[in-house]
């Protein structure tokens, strides 16, 4: 996962308070995302931008916001935590072509909302 | 929005034996991309074999191949000589080449029976 840095790995919350889990690349790729992960569900994505300054929303982005201010970094921020997110998060990279290069993703960072 | 389908939630195999996962999605376009990803109990997300729609020779790693039927828009993934670090839950992605979304599938829980 070299090149995808996500912090913090683990977080415990109590439901109502915020946080935010913060992403970093350095491999210059255009495009970043946020998913979650729940067991039986797959890999969601909640937001993802295909450039610096551009955010779009995903399959599930309620209860998130995201910020691109930059190429290296995307954050996600949970507001007002509920039990319903305690997931798995993965930022990921992909570089922005038609090459059908793949797609790169963070260790992971585990929330649970109490 | 494209659908990827997992239909075999959890698959077993002995180990040196062949298994197949079965990935099928959904799409109008004609030209895209297929992935397999295997994420071991790490979490890591590790890329495993990639398709491009257009290309009719299937891909092959090692001992990883695929059989992509593009009418039937069915991507499995053959794994042969199966080993016990191939344990792992395994997920089917398409990207557009239109755009910058990965979807995934639900996943497959695949056990190596030593």
């Known amino acids: 996962n070299a090149g995808v840095t996500q912090t913090p790995k683990f977080q415990v919350l109590k439901t109502g308070q915020s946080m935010t889990l913060q992403c970093a690349q350095d491999m210059n790729h255009n495009s970043m995302y946020w998913y979650r992960q729940d067991p039986g569900m797959g890999l969601r994505l909640i937001y993802y931008?295909?450039?610096?300054?551009?955010?779009d929303k995903g399959e599930v982005p309620n209860g998130y916001n995201v910020s691109r201010l930059n190429k290296r970094e995307f954050s996600l921020r949970l507001e007002s935590a509920a039990p319903s997110q305690t997931s798995v998060y993965f930022c990921?990279?992909?570089?922005?072509?038609?090459?059908?290069?793949?797609?790169?993703f963070g260790e992971g960072s585990w929330l649970t909302v109490v | 929005a494209q659908t990827v389908t997992q239909s075999q939630p959890e698959m077993s195999v002995q180990e040196a034996e062949t298994v197949t996962l079965s990935c099928t999605y959904d799409?109008?376009?004609?030209?895209?991309?297929l992935f397999w990803y295997k994420q071991p109990p790490s979490r890591q997300m590790i890329l495993v074999i990639r398709?491009?729609?257009?290309?009719?020779q299937n891909a092959t790693e090692n001992r990883f191949s695929v059989n992509f039927q593009k009418a039937a828009k069915s991507f499995s993934l053959k794994i042969s000589d199966s080993q016990l670090g191939d344990a792992a839950m395994y997920f089917c992605?398409?990207?557009?080449?239109?755009?910058?979304?990965?979807?995934f599938g639900t996943g497959t829980s695949l056990t190596v029976i030593p």
């Open positions: 398709q491009e729609a257009y290309k009719q």
């Open positions: 931008s295909a450039s610096e300054g551009t955010t």
């Open positions: 990921a990279i992909s570089p922005r072509d038609r090459a059908g290069n793949t797609i790169y």
């Open positions: 992605a398409y990207r557009s080449s239109y755009g910058n979304q990965f979807y």
């Open positions: 799409t109008s376009e004609s030209d895209y991309y």
